[in-house]
Nanobody
Framework: QVELVESGGGLVQPGGSLRLSCAASGTIFGINAMDWYRQAPGKQRELVATITSGGSTNYADSVKGRFTISRDNAKNTVYLQTNSLKPEDTAVYYC?????????????????WGQGTQVTVSS
Protein backbone atom coordinates (compact mmCIF):
# COMPACT_ATOMS: atom_id res chain seq x y z
CA GLN A 1 0.00 0.00 0.00
CA VAL A 2 1.31 3.41 -1.00
CA GLU A 3 0.76 6.59 0.96
CA LEU A 4 1.96 10.19 0.96
CA VAL A 5 2.64 11.83 4.30
CA GLU A 6 3.12 15.59 4.57
CA SER A 7 4.75 17.59 7.34
CA GLY A 8 6.06 21.06 8.04
CA GLY A 9 2.92 23.20 8.17
CA GLY A 10 2.15 25.64 10.95
CA LEU A 11 1.52 29.23 11.97
CA VAL A 12 3.95 31.85 10.70
CA GLN A 13 4.01 35.65 10.60
CA PRO A 14 3.84 37.53 7.29
CA GLY A 15 7.26 37.55 5.67
CA GLY A 16 8.21 34.28 7.33
CA SER A 17 9.15 30.90 5.87
CA LEU A 18 8.13 27.28 6.14
CA ARG A 19 9.50 24.12 4.55
CA LEU A 20 6.90 21.51 3.67
CA SER A 21 7.87 17.89 3.11
CA CYS A 22 5.98 14.98 1.56
CA ALA A 23 7.32 11.44 1.68
CA ALA A 24 5.94 8.57 -0.38
CA SER A 25 6.13 5.11 1.16
CA GLY A 26 5.18 1.61 0.09
CA THR A 27 6.09 -0.70 -2.77
CA ILE A 28 6.98 1.91 -5.39
CA PHE A 29 8.45 1.17 -8.80
CA GLY A 30 8.98 4.84 -9.60
CA ILE A 31 7.49 8.32 -9.36
CA ASN A 32 6.74 10.67 -12.23
CA ALA A 33 5.65 14.24 -11.49
CA MET A 34 5.17 15.43 -7.93
CA ASP A 35 3.08 18.49 -7.12
CA TRP A 36 1.91 20.75 -4.36
CA TYR A 37 -1.66 22.05 -4.36
CA ARG A 38 -3.42 24.28 -1.86
CA GLN A 39 -6.99 24.99 -0.91
CA ALA A 40 -8.08 28.05 1.02
CA PRO A 41 -11.46 28.22 2.81
CA GLY A 42 -14.28 28.74 0.31
CA LYS A 43 -11.96 28.41 -2.69
CA GLN A 44 -11.13 25.67 -5.18
CA ARG A 45 -7.96 23.63 -4.87
CA GLU A 46 -5.22 25.20 -6.99
CA LEU A 47 -1.89 23.95 -8.31
CA VAL A 48 1.03 25.68 -6.62
CA ALA A 49 4.12 23.97 -8.06
CA THR A 50 5.15 20.91 -10.07
CA ILE A 51 8.43 19.05 -10.45
CA THR A 52 9.04 16.29 -12.99
CA SER A 53 11.15 13.19 -12.42
CA GLY A 54 13.94 14.95 -14.30
CA GLY A 55 13.79 18.02 -12.10
CA SER A 56 11.95 20.49 -14.35
CA THR A 57 9.75 22.84 -12.35
CA ASN A 58 6.70 25.03 -12.88
CA TYR A 59 4.99 27.48 -10.54
CA ALA A 60 1.74 29.35 -10.18
CA ASP A 61 2.22 33.05 -10.92
CA SER A 62 1.16 33.91 -7.36
CA VAL A 63 4.16 32.11 -5.83
CA LYS A 64 6.90 32.60 -8.43
CA GLY A 65 10.07 33.96 -6.85
CA ARG A 66 8.88 33.07 -3.32
CA PHE A 67 8.34 29.29 -3.36
CA THR A 68 10.78 26.59 -4.46
CA ILE A 69 9.86 22.98 -5.16
CA SER A 70 12.51 20.26 -5.03
CA ARG A 71 12.70 16.48 -4.69
CA ASP A 72 14.98 13.75 -3.41
CA ASN A 73 14.38 10.74 -5.63
CA ALA A 74 16.37 8.42 -3.36
CA LYS A 75 13.99 9.25 -0.51
CA ASN A 76 10.80 9.49 -2.63
CA THR A 77 10.30 12.91 -1.07
CA VAL A 78 9.21 16.28 -2.42
CA TYR A 79 9.74 19.60 -0.65
CA LEU A 80 8.19 23.04 -0.89
CA GLN A 81 10.27 25.90 0.50
CA THR A 82 7.93 28.82 1.10
CA ASN A 83 9.47 32.26 1.68
CA SER A 84 8.08 35.78 2.05
CA LEU A 85 4.76 34.32 3.09
CA LYS A 86 1.63 36.43 2.81
CA PRO A 87 -1.75 36.09 4.54
CA GLU A 88 -3.23 35.04 1.19
CA ASP A 89 -0.94 31.97 1.24
CA THR A 90 -3.03 30.62 4.12
CA ALA A 91 -4.47 27.27 3.04
CA VAL A 92 -4.29 23.54 3.45
CA TYR A 93 -1.38 22.36 1.31
CA TYR A 94 -1.67 18.95 -0.36
CA CYS A 95 1.01 16.80 -1.91
CA UNK A 96 0.19 14.86 -5.08
CA UNK A 97 2.22 12.31 -7.02
CA UNK A 98 1.93 10.06 -10.05
CA UNK A 99 3.33 6.79 -8.72
CA UNK A 100 4.34 3.76 -10.78
CA UNK A 101 3.49 0.38 -9.27
CA UNK A 102 4.60 -2.94 -10.72
CA UNK A 103 1.93 -5.63 -10.91
CA UNK A 104 3.12 -9.00 -12.26
CA UNK A 105 4.81 -8.12 -15.58
CA UNK A 106 3.28 -4.66 -16.07
CA UNK A 107 3.72 -1.21 -14.55
CA UNK A 108 0.72 0.98 -13.84
CA UNK A 109 0.51 4.67 -12.91
CA UNK A 110 -1.71 5.73 -10.03
CA UNK A 111 -2.52 9.17 -8.65
CA UNK A 112 -2.04 9.65 -4.92
CA TRP A 113 -2.81 12.52 -2.53
CA GLY A 114 -1.51 13.32 0.90
CA GLN A 115 -3.77 14.18 3.82
CA GLY A 116 -2.89 17.87 3.77
CA THR A 117 -0.97 20.19 6.10
CA GLN A 118 -2.29 23.54 7.33
CA VAL A 119 -0.30 26.70 6.63
CA THR A 120 -1.54 29.82 8.40
CA VAL A 121 0.08 33.20 7.78
CA SER A 122 -1.02 35.74 10.36
CA SER A 123 0.38 38.35 12.72
Amino acid sequence: QVELVESGGGLVQPGGSLRLSCAASGTIFGINAMDWYRQAPGKQRELVATITSGGSTNYADSVKGRFTISRDNAKNTVYLQTNSLKPEDTAVYYCHAEILIAQTTRVFTYSYWGQGTQVTVSS
